[in-house]
């Protein structure tokens, strides 16, 4: 079992930034890829980025590229997602989720363990 707790999120305007965390316990972390993903209101929950369990491959959503970085610190047993340039678009309710792979993965039901959630708001 993997248990995944995210934290970070808030109210920003848009344009500002906001770091996101997610805290694993259970396993050992650096044997399962990471993602981020996020379900707006009436929306189904979608692919923000992910990262393999040593950090080197990552991958992003097309309207992330740029704005957005994944990253890890095995050592802490942490993951984070870095937002700039932030838009009222990206409002949503974010999670991590872990799955035991060395690939990178994108799809939603590939993904076996998953946090609560934290809320992103963007206000225009």
């Known amino acids: 079992q993997v248990q995944l707790v995210e934290s970070g999120g808030g109210l920003v305007q848009a344009g500002g930034s906001l770091r996101l965390s997610c805290a694993a316990s259970g396993r050992t972390f650096s044997n399962y890829a990471m993602g981020w993903f996020r379900q707006a209101p009436g929306k189904e929950r979608e692919f923000v980025a992910a990262?393999?369990?040593?950090?080197?491959?990552?991958s992003y959503t097309d309207s992330v590229k740029g704005r957005f970085t994944i990253s890890r610190d095995n050592a802490k047993n942490t993951l984070y997602l870095q937002m700039n340039s932030l838009k009222p678009e990206d409002t949503a309710v974010y999670y991590c989720?872990?799955?035991?792979?060395?690939?990178?993965?994108?799809?939603?039901?590939?993904?076996?363990?998953w946090g609560q959630g934290t809320q992103v708001t963007v206000s225009s």
């Open positions: 990262i393999s369990g040593t950090g080197a491959s990552t």
């Open positions: 989720a872990a799955v035991y792979t060395r690939l990178v993965l994108t799809t939603r039901g590939a993904y076996d363990y």
